[in-house]
């Protein structure tokens, strides 16, 4: 009887413990991509979906990724009839909305990619918020 109980008593604080648990604010919607980079080359750029569906606004602060020496986020914009690049330093994402990183809106820049990028192959990135929130985001290199 003592052992019934004392799983009882287990399995009632692991289910407490996951109701007030925190959930993830975001949440990546789809496959992350990017595109093959030929040898040579050492930039990259990755395209993914995200959507918060936590309680409050959050504000995605940096991009890194053990595949290259920096990451940031960046955004395409038509301005004096021409497209330009421009870096971001964060970016905000309203309660519900989708953030979509996609060729000629927002996108994630990859500086210093150590390695040519193939099709098939896969590579990590990790986002974060301004209330200390990471994304763990796995990438896919697709073809065009």
């Not at 399995?11 to 975001?26: K, Y």
């Not at 750029?45 to 940031?72: H, Q």
């Amino acid at each position: 009887m003592g052992f019934s109980l004392k799983i009882c008593r287990f399995f009632t604080l692991f289910i407490l413990a996951v109701i007030a648990w925190p959930a993830s604010a975001l949440e990546q919607l789809g496959e992350a991509y990017s595109r093959p980079l030929p040898p040579g080359q050492s930039t990259a750029v990755a395209y993914l979906e995200l959507r918060n569906n936590g309680d409050a606004p959050v504000r995605l602060v940096s991009v890194s990724s053990p595949l290259a020496r920096s990451a940031e986020f960046h955004r395409h914009i038509h301005e004096d009839g021409m497209m330009k690049m421009r870096k971001l330093p964060g970016i905000d994402l309203e309660l519900g909305k989708i953030l979509r990183f996609q060729p000629g809106g927002y996108h994630i820049m990859l500086f210093g990619v150590k390695r040519p990028l193939r099709v098939g192959d896969k590579f990590t990135m990790q986002i974060e918020t301004d209330t200390g929130e990471s994304l763990d985001v796995d990438v896919l290199v697709k073809a065009y």
